[in-house]
């Protein structure tokens, strides 16, 4: 009989990420371990490996779930019909998201520093597509505003970097001061 892998289980992985959520917020994102993470959620470390290579890709997860709930937050949260107003909203909440906790995770992916970026960039690119939705919902901005040479794509990723940037620059002049 041929060997069969056994099915991932996604509840047990949400309960490593849950430990490592927990262990980074109370102890910090260095005290976080494969063995730990195992010993936590009484499984093999082995098994942890079946989920995650390393310590680093439970950090790009634990990455990776924070901005996927701030966005399905944003979404929940900003309902104002104007496009301008939203952003205003948008603006306030991605900085009060941009807490420790989440700064402390995102610069510890230096290890995989493309991956990261990449991970990243699906974030932003969600980020962006609920930033399109908000544009077309808008009654009063045109269509005939936009064109070939001015698209809602086009304007949403100018609309995107701007505050990212600016976000961006708050967190590197902090640690500066």
């Known amino acids: 009989m041929p060997y069969r892998l056994r099915k991932k289980d996604d509840a047990l ?3 490593l990420l849950t430990s490592a959520i927990r262990t980074e917020c109370i102890e910090g994102v260095n005290t976080i371990c494969i063995r730990r993470l195992a010993a936590e959620t009484y499984i093999a470390v082995g098994t ?9 890709e439970v950090l790009l997860a634990l990455t990776e779930a924070y901005w996927e709930n701030a966005i399905k937050e ?3 949260q900003v309902k104002e019909e104007r496009f301008q107003t939203q952003l205003e ?6 900085r009060s998201k941009m807490n420790d906790c989440a700064e402390i995770l995102m610069r510890s992916l230096h290890e995989d520093a493309d991956l990261g970026r990449e991970r990243m960039a699906s974030m932003q690119h969600m980020l962006r597509q609920a930033l399109i939705k908000r544009l077309s919902r808008d009654a ?13 794509e086009m304007f949403a990723d100018f609309v995107l970097s701007n505050p990212i940037s600016l976000l961006q620059r708050e967190v590197l002049n902090k640690h500066l001061i």
């Open 13 to 15: 992985k949400q309960a």
């Open 48 to 56: 942890v490996y079946n989920y995650f290579e390393s310590k680093q």
């Open 74 to 76: 944003m979404q929940e």
């Open 89 to 94: 909203r948008i603006i306030s909440f991605l």
């Open 140 to 152: 009063a901005i045109a269509e005939r505003v936009w064109s070939e040479s001015l698209t809602k």
